[in-house]
Nanobody, 118 residues
Framework: QVQLVESGGGLVQPGGSLSLSCAAS????????MAWYRQAPGKQRELVAF???????YYGASAKGRFTISRDNAKNTVYLRMSSLKSEDTAVYYC????????????WGRGTQVTVSS
């Protein structure tokens, strides 16, 4: 069964921190690079960061220096630790198998809403 379940979103003040988690089915997670993407209202989905099966990491310009992606291969889970949050980080955050800057064309989970506001 294909499954992606994102969690950990919420409302946070500018400058605050938040940690996201994503539990994936083995068919998506195993031996694949996993990524976090986000989509703000009226904007195109964008790549936030990805991590390979061997834990090589890549960060998009908006995430570099502020976000940390990690994975637990035993739990089929990928994490995103976000700090120094800005209002422009407000978006729905999704995880998925890494597939370029926009992500796969097929299955997506529901995502988790992150709102940065005072």
């Amino acid at each position: 069964q294909v499954q992606l379940v994102e969690s950990g979103g919420g409302l946070v003040q500018p400058g605050g921190s938040l940690s996201l988690s994503c539990a994936a089915s083995a068919s998506i997670f195993s031996n694949n690079a996993m990524a976090w993407y986000r989509q703000a209202p009226g904007k195109q989905r964008e790549l936030v960061a990805f991590i390979t099966a061997g834990s090589y990491t890549y960060y998009g310009a908006s995430a570099k220096g502020r976000f940390t992606i990690s994975r637990d291969n035993a739990k089929n889970t990928v994490y995103l630790r976000m700090s120094s949050l800005k209002s422009e980080d407000t978006a729905v955050y999704y995880c998925n198998k890494y597939s370029g800057p926009l992500g796969p064309d097929d299955f997506w989970g529901r995502g988790t809403q992150v709102t940065v506001s005072s």
